[in-house]
């Protein structure tokens, strides 16, 4: 007889990883349902394992991530916006540095692929509208520019997460950020004033 699966258990059983991550506990099987009151028929039941469990961590990492990125209000100047987004998914892995860590682990495939992937149109769509209103050339790839903005965020992120660098490293954002649009197009001085306004 199959077994019924429990929306509440398979939630408890994600927080519950996510939590035996940020403490460096080591995840098995044993010690995921030791703290969670479950059987390990449960991690089964609802993930099919613990490889189902992995990936389920994983697409939890750019759920918490989408979650943080809806906070950002829209604002009337989408250099500022975009930046805001960006500082977002700084803010997020800053909170959540071993889950950041999960959500780019290509051993496990993600759950739902077009879920993660829509968490970067938040950031395209901001660049656009730039675009739209004279902030960036004409000519500008709101796609390209989106990801390359995100790229120098996530690699200062990952950079300060994994301690290689202290936070301090962040506020090299600014101009990084600055570089880029300015090269978009934007206008130096001021798109430094959007960038520094919130990213800062």
């Known amino acids: 007889m199959a077994r019924t699966r429990d929306p509440a258990v398979r939630t408890q059983l994600i927080e519950r990883a996510a939590h035996m991550l940020?403490?460096?506990?080591?995840?098995?099987?044993?010690?995921?349902?030791?703290?969670?009151?479950?059987?390990?028929?449960?991690?089964?039941?609802?993930?099919?394992?613990?490889?189902?469990?992995w990936r389920a961590l994983r697409q939890e990492g750019f759920t918490r991530l989408a979650a943080r990125?809806?906070?950002?209000?829209?604002?009337?100047?989408?250099?500022?916006?975009?930046?805001?987004?960006?500082?977002?998914?700084?803010?997020?892995?800053?909170?959540?540095?071993?889950l950041y860590r999960v959500m780019f682990d290509a051993a496990y495939d993600l759950e739902d692929t077009a879920a993660a992937e829509?968490?970067?149109?938040?950031?395209?769509?901001?660049a656009a509208r730039a675009r739209t209103i004279g902030r960036f050339r004409a000519d500008a790839d709101p796609r390209a520019l989106a990801y390359?903005?995100?790229?120098?965020?996530?690699?200062?992120?990952?950079?300060?997460?994994?301690?290689?660098?202290?936070r301090r490293t962040l506020a090299d954002g600014v101009p990084m950020l600055t570089?880029?649009?300015?090269?978009?197009g934007d206008e130096p001085a001021r798109s430094r004033e959007s960038v520094r306004k919130a990213w800062l």
Do not use: C, K
Request: hydrophobic share 45%; glycine share 8%; no cysteine.
């Open 69 to 98: 990125l809806t906070t950002v209000r829209p604002v009337d100047d989408p250099v500022e916006e975009l930046t805001a987004l960006l500082a977002a998914y700084a803010a997020n892995a800053l909170d959540h540095p071993d």
């Open 148 to 166: 390359q903005s995100w790229i120098v965020t996530h690699g200062l992120v990952s950079l300060v997460t994994s301690r290689v660098l202290s």
């Open 118 to 126: 829509e968490t970067r149109e938040f950031l395209v769509r901001a």
């Open 22 to 53: 940020s403490a460096r506990e080591p995840i098995t099987l044993r010690s995921l349902v030791a703290g969670a009151g479950v059987s390990t028929m449960a991690v089964y039941t609802h993930f099919g394992g613990m490889d189902g469990m």
């Open 179 to 184: 570089a880029l649009f300015t090269g978009a």
